[in-house]
Nanobody, 124 residues
Framework: QVQLVESGGGLVQAGGSLRLSCAASGRAFSRYAMGWFRQAPGKEREFVATITRDGGSTGYADSVKGRFTISRDNAKNTVYLQMNSLKPEDTAVYYC?????????????????WGQGTQVTVSS
């Protein structure tokens, strides 16, 4: 089992950058594919980015491709989301998630561990 704690959210102006971190406790972090999701007020939680266990492959939602970068450091049990060129529509609670059963998970249902989320607010 793994516990996930996100940090790094905050308020930023449009065009700015933030880096989110997700620290994992528990065993065998490198056995989990990791992902980021987000949920805006009144909307369903949506996929943002995914990274495979060894970090060799990454995937992104079309809405963030070219602006966001997911990475991981298995020695530090941490996954990151670098967010550049932020837009007001990126405002949401961002969740870190871990998947023990899928190589390249992109759907909510493919993740079995979730953090509590960190708020990102982008002002125009």
């Amino acid at each position: 089992q793994v516990q996930l704690v996100e940090s790094g959210g905050g308020l930023v102006q449009a065009g700015g950058s933030l880096r989110l971190s997700c620290a994992a406790s528990g065993r065998a972090f490198s056995r989990y594919a990791m992902g980021w999701f987000r949920q805006a007020p009144g909307k369903e939680r949506e996929f943002v980015a995914t990274i495979t266990r060894d970090g060799g492959s990454t995937g992104y939602a079309d809405s963030v491709k070219g602006r966001f970068t997911i990475s991981r450091d298995n020695a530090k049990n941490t996954v990151y989301l670098q967010m550049n060129s932020l837009k007001p529509e990126d405002t949401a609670v961002y969740y870190c998630a871990g998947s023990s059963g899928y190589y390249y998970p992109r759907a909510n249902s493919e993740y079995n561990y979730w953090g509590q989320g960190t708020q990102v607010t982008v002002s125009s």
